[in-house]
């Protein structure tokens, strides 16, 4: 099985929300009805920006941003138990 991958055209929303919950946040700042849509499991970024207007490389970086905001606690979790 490959890991998910936000550069990969062809991944679902829906498998995006699941890896990356953090990322729903966006959607819904948005005002994109993503979260919970019937049709997520099947629109991929460009698909779900096309509907809203929304240029596909500012959502992927607002997404890599929730993506990355969330991640970096743990991070300095894990450094501050190497000290």
């Given at each position: 099985?490959?890991?998910?991958s936000?550069?990969?055209?062809?991944?679902p929303?829906?498998?995006i929300?699941?890896?990356?919950?953090?990322?729903?946040?966006?959607?819904?700042?948005?005002?994109m009805?993503?979260?919970?849509?019937m049709i997520?499991?099947?629109?991929t970024?460009?698909?779900?920006?096309?509907?809203?207007?929304i240029?596909p490389d500012?959502?992927l970086?607002e997404?890599?941003?929730a993506?990355?905001?969330?991640?970096a606690p743990?991070?300095?979790?894990?450094?501050?138990?190497?000290?």
């Amino acid at each position: 099985m490959r890991v998910p991958s936000l550069d990969d055209p062809d991944l679902p929303i829906a498998d995006i929300m699941r890896r990356w919950p953090e990322t729903m946040s966006v959607f819904i700042a948005r005002g994109m009805l993503c979260v919970g849509c019937m049709i997520g499991p099947f629109h991929t970024v460009d698909d779900a920006c096309a509907e809203y207007g929304i240029d596909p490389d500012v959502l992927l970086a607002e997404l890599r941003t929730a993506i990355m905001s969330a991640a970096a606690p743990a991070v300095q979790a894990g450094a501050a138990g190497l000290r």
